[in-house]
C-alpha cells in the first residue's frame, strides 16, 4: 500500500506565495509520473502541474510562469512553489502519484488566497 501525505496549504494574500510538500511512503520501488491537481469548491478537479521521472514537466496555462513543480527521488517527494497567488487559486491541492502498482493520491491540503 502507498499512501500521500500533502502539506504547506494555508490562507495566504493575493500576490503572496506557498509552497507544498507531498510525501509518498509505503511498498515503493520508484514512482513514474507526480502531479498536482487542485479541486476549487463546486468545480471540478483540474491538473495543475506534473513531472516525469526524467524531470519534464508541464504546467496549465493559468499556472504558467508563477508555479514550479519539482521532486526529490531519494525522498519520494514532490513540490510546488506557488508565486503571485491569486484568489482563482484557491483550491484544495491534492498530489498524485503513478506507480507500477497503480495510481494514488492524497488528502488534499487547502490553500485559501484572499484580496
Known amino acids: 500500500q502507498v499512501q500521500l501525505v500533502e502539506s504547506g496549504g494555508g490562507l495566504v494574500q493575493a500576490g503572496g506565495s506557498l509552497r507544498l510538500s507531498c510525501v509518498a511512503s509505503?511498498?515503493?520501488?520508484?514512482?513514474?509520473?507526480m502531479a498536482w491537481y487542485r479541486q476549487p469548491s463546486g468545480k471540478q478537479r483540474e491538473l495543475v502541474a506534473l513531472?516525469?521521472?526524467?524531470?519534464?514537466?508541464n504546467y496549465a496555462d493559468s499556472v504558467k510562469g508563477r508555479f514550479t513543480i519539482s521532486r526529490e527521488n531519494a525522498k519520494n517527494t514532490v513540490y510546488l512553489q506557488m508565486n503571485s497567488l491569486k484568489p482563482e487559486d484557491t483550491a484544495v491541492y491534492y498530489c498524485?502519484?503513478?506507480?507500477?502498482?497503480?495510481?494514488?493520491r492524497g488528502q488534499g491540503t487547502q490553500v485559501t488566497v484572499s484580496s
Open positions: 513531472i516525469t521521472s526524467s524531470g519534464t514537466t
Open positions: 509505503g511498498s515503493i520501488f520508484s514512482i513514474n509520473t
Open positions: 498524485r502519484a503513478e506507480l507500477l502498482s497503480g495510481h494514488y
